[in-house]
């Protein structure tokens, strides 16, 4: 059983900048495909980035592409997720999870552990 505990959420201005950190532990973390969703009121969740094991590879939604870098160290068993240019639209509870595969994928399903998320909030 993984454990996942999201931090860093908060209240930031739009245009500003936040970086979430996501710690597992129960497991091997290195053996785990991360990824991090989002859920917006009023909303389903959303994908937002996920990464193989070792890094090597990142994904991203079109929404994020080029303001969200998804990055992990398997020494720490901590995934980040920086957020640059954030917008009022981008207020969301952040969520990360952890997929057993070799495979990255972008569907929440595709996923066996969940943290709590954590709230960010951006301001206009």
């Known amino acids: 059983q993984v454990q996942l505990v999201e931090a860093g959420g908060g209240l930031v201005q739009a245009g500003g900048s936040l970086r979430l950190s996501c710690a597992a532990s129960?497991?091997?973390?290195?053996?785990?495909?991360m990824g991090w969703f989002r859920r917006a009121p009023g909303k389903e969740r959303e994908f937002l980035a996920a990464?193989?094991?070792?890094?090597?590879?990142?994904y991203y939604a079109d929404s994020v592409k080029g303001r969200f870098t998804i990055s992990r160290d398997n020494a720490k068993n901590t995934v980040y997720l920086q957020m640059n240019s954030l917008r009022p639209e981008d207020t969301a509870v952040y969520y990360c999870?952890?997929?057993?595969?070799?495979?990255?994928?972008?569907?929440?399903?595709?996923?066996?552990?969940w943290g709590q998320g954590t709230q960010v909030t951006v301001s206009s």
């Open positions: 129960g497991g091997t973390f290195s053996m785990y495909v």
């Open positions: 999870a952890a997929r057993y595969a070799a495979r990255s994928a972008s569907y929440d399903r595709a996923y066996d552990y």
């Open positions: 990464i193989s094991w070792n890094g090597g590879t990142t």
